[in-house]
């Protein structure tokens, strides 16, 4: 009894845990909060599955209940045998029939919604003018950090993804080392990326859920790939498409911007004497993929973070220049030590990269 009692208690406290961890979510990465049509189908999916799952759970409970209750021994009928039925045709027509029927209802939507969301022929089409009618991202996952390629806009950025909100997006999806898996929790499931070939998918925002959540939401690395697999965030800027209009406009017109003070001007020598072999400060896509080692820094500082997990300020940029390694286990930035940087150019350097913005405030 006493055995009975303490698994008792242990399973009532991981229920207690289960639902106070499940009102952990954030609407900017919650799955459960679909932010697109490709979410909010995908949803409506899991739900009328997960409505047949539970009606067929409630009928087996009812069934076992009132067996257990209706031949339950006792004195009255301890010798009494129940009808058998073993044999029974009707009864087996009945338990092949209704799963059949069941699995046809749930095959038909799971079917339609999977050719529909699979169909990327609009990638490749293009208007009377030979322009493209969709907008394309092509992106590429590194350890541990995201690139973004926008193949017909001329632009390559990092880390911050910026799409329209009410429209289509199409993506291109390659890795550059190992596989991974690029996932927006609130617009759509996760779809792989791979060294040797290229997945496509698209995905779509809705101006309310991005307004309600601050236009921004979260991306993550869905495939363990490592050390700091969970640390390879990425964030969604999701705006009106005259706003995202203006962007572009600002990232293809982009100039090296001057340093405005004597601190950043010392900041730009530290930069072009230890960085700029690997970070590239343009954003035009012209250098070739396969030379992107490290994360474009044209807008570093119109970022959301840094690296991807931590907050957007100088003292977190000087953490992360010198301890990298701690902070992102695995991944190929090098640690700059007081020898190689001393606290000065850092400090100087910290402040170019602040500097750096295309977008007119």
């Given at each position: 009894?006493?055995?009975?009692?303490?698994?008792?208690?242990?399973?009532?406290?991981?229920?207690?845990?289960?639902l106070?961890?499940?009102?952990?979510g954030?609407?900017y990465?919650?799955?459960?909060?679909?932010?697109?049509?490709?979410a909010?189908?995908?949803?409506d999916?899991?739900?009328?599955?997960l409505?047949i799952?539970?009606?067929?759970i409630i009928?087996v409970f009812?069934?076992?209940?009132?067996?257990i209750?209706?031949?339950?021994?006792?004195?009255?009928?301890e010798?009494?045998?129940?009808?058998?039925?073993?044999?029974?045709?009707?009864?087996?027509?009945?338990?092949?029939i209704?799963?059949?029927?069941?699995?046809?209802?749930?095959?038909v939507p799971?079917?339609?919604?999977?050719?529909?969301?699979?169909?990327?022929?609009?990638i490749?089409?293009?208007?009377?003018d030979?322009n493209?009618?969709?907008?394309?991202?092509d992106?590429?996952a590194?350890?541990?950090?995201?690139?973004?390629?926008?193949?017909?806009l001329?632009?390559?950025?990092?880390?911050?993804?910026?799409?329209?909100?009410?429209?289509?997006?199409?993506?291109?999806?390659?890795?550059?080392?190992?596989?991974?898996?690029?996932?927006i929790?609130?617009?759509?499931?996760k779809?792989?990326?791979?060294?040797?070939?290229?997945?496509?998918?698209?995905l779509?925002?809705?101006?309310?859920?991005?307004?309600?959540?601050?236009?921004?939401?979260?991306g993550?690395?869905?495939?363990?790939?490592?050390?700091?697999?969970?640390?390879?965030d990425?964030?969604?800027?999701?705006?009106?498409?005259?706003?995202?209009?203006?962007?572009?406009a600002?990232?293809?017109?982009?100039?090296?911007?001057?340093?405005?003070?004597?601190?950043?001007?010392?900041?730009?020598?530290?930069?072009n004497?230890?960085?700029?072999?690997?970070?590239?400060?343009d954003?035009?896509?012209?250098?070739?993929?396969?030379?992107?080692?490290?994360p474009?820094l044209?807008n570093?500082?119109?970022?959301?973070?840094?690296?991807?997990?931590?907050?957007?300020n100088?003292?977190?940029?000087k953490r992360w220049?010198r301890?990298?390694?701690t902070?992102?286990?695995?991944?190929?930035?090098?640690?700059?030590?007081?020898?190689?940087?001393?606290?000065?150019?850092?400090?100087?350097?910290?402040?170019?990269?602040?500097?750096?913005?295309?977008?007119n405030?």
């Amino acid at each position: 009894m006493k055995q009975w009692l303490q698994k008792g208690r242990l399973l009532s406290v991981f229920a207690i845990l289960a639902l106070v961890l499940s009102g952990c979510g954030k609407p900017y990465l919650s799955a459960l909060k679909p932010a697109g049509e490709v979410a909010k189908e995908q949803y409506d999916l899991i739900m009328f599955s997960l409505g047949i799952m539970t009606l067929v759970i409630i009928v087996v409970f009812v069934i076992f209940t009132l067996v257990i209750v209706r031949f339950r021994r006792t004195k009255e009928n301890e010798h009494k045998i129940p009808k058998q039925v073993e044999g029974s045709h009707v009864l087996e027509l009945v338990w092949t029939i209704i799963p059949v029927i069941l699995l046809i209802v749930l095959a038909v939507p799971t079917v339609a919604v999977t050719f529909k969301q699979g169909d990327v022929s609009a990638i490749d089409r293009k208007d009377a003018d030979g322009n493209p009618e969709v907008l394309v991202v092509d992106v590429r996952a590194h350890l541990y950090w995201w690139e973004f390629e926008y193949p017909d806009l001329g632009i390559v950025t990092s880390q911050d993804l910026v799409i329209p909100t009410d429209e289509k997006v199409y993506f291109r999806l390659t890795s550059a080392d190992i596989k991974h898996s690029f996932w927006i929790p609130p617009l759509g499931g996760k779809l792989d990326t791979n060294p040797d070939n290229i997945n496509k998918f698209y995905l779509s925002v809705d101006q309310d859920r991005a307004t309600e959540v601050g236009e921004i939401f979260y991306g993550k690395c869905a495939e363990l790939c490592g050390p700091s697999h969970a640390f390879m965030d990425f964030k969604v800027k999701a705006v009106p498409k005259g706003e995202f209009d203006q962007w572009v406009a600002d990232m293809q017109n982009a100039k090296a911007p001057a340093p405005t003070t004597d601190l950043a001007r010392k900041g730009e020598e530290v930069f072009n004497n230890s960085c700029l072999s690997c970070h590239a400060i343009d954003p035009s896509n012209e250098a070739p993929a396969a030379g992107r080692i490290a994360p474009n820094l044209a807008n570093f500082g119109d970022r959301e973070r840094i690296a991807g997990i931590l907050d957007h300020n100088e003292d977190e940029l000087k953490r992360w220049i010198r301890e990298s390694d701690t902070i992102k286990p695995g991944n190929k930035m090098p640690v700059f030590n007081e020898g190689q940087i001393s606290n000065d150019d850092l400090d100087a350097l910290a402040a170019y990269l602040m500097e750096l913005k295309v977008q007119n405030k």
